[in-house]
């Protein structure tokens, strides 16, 4: 009578490796999930417009914000802003006037970043040349800016400070402008294209 063992080696009869033992193993590593797929596809066209997405964000707010300036009361930064340019011009321009040359700056600005192009640059010098005044205003209005006996901000204060998100924001922007102005061309879109030569 023949002894059935099995050799050394081998898998015992019967229990040979399937395809679900396949499937559990090398097949997960070659092929992620359709969700990661879609993340990755994600974060590839994020990062392709990542300058066009954050330019255009902040336009948006620019031009939201500069859109409310034309109605009275519709802003709830319009005093505010009136009693800084009101201190920085020495009270020589109308208030109606300073509100609305403000509502026209941030609009413009706004346009300027959203759309991009030849627009960009001097939409980004008039920001940052807006973005000081709104920063002056910390000095210029300490009461209405810090709390009594406090350095925190108040809520007006808070209201100015957190715009040095924007002004990051538009560094980053300015920095690929002028940075690579002189090494690519631009396509409308807004991405980059190394000239040849």
């Not at 009270?91 to 970043?113: D, F, K």
């Not at 924007?166 to 090494?183: E, F, N, Q, T, Y």
């Amino acid at each position: 009578m023949r002894s059935h063992t099995a050799e050394p080696g081998l898998p015992p009869p019967g229990n040979s490796p399937g395809p679900r033992a396949h499937q559990a193993g090398f097949g997960r590593e070659h092929h992620p999930a359709p969700d990661a797929r879609a993340l990755q596809r994600l974060a590839v066209h994020v990062d392709k417009r990542a300058l066009v997405l954050l330019r255009g964000t902040v336009g948006i707010v620019f031009v939201g914000f500069g859109v409310l300036k034309l109605f009275p009361s519709a802003s709830p930064a319009e005093q505010l802003a009136v009693e800084a340019a009101t201190k920085m011009t020495l009270g020589l321009v109308p208030e109606t006037v300073l509100l609305l040359s403000l509502a026209a700056l941030e609009t413009a600005i706004g346009i300027g970043l959203i759309v991009g192009r030849r627009l960009l640059r001097p939409a980004l010098v008039a920001f940052f040349l807006h973005m000081g005044g709104v920063f002056s205003t910390l000095f210029l209005l300490p009461d209405a800016m810090w709390q009594p006996h406090s350095p925190a901000p108040t809520m007006e204060g808070q209201y100015v400070v957190k715009n040095v998100v924007m002004v990051a924001v538009c560094l980053v922007v300015a920095a690929d402008a002028w940075g690579r102005g002189s090494k690519s061309s631009r396509r409308p879109d807004g991405a980059d294209r190394t000239t040849a030569g």
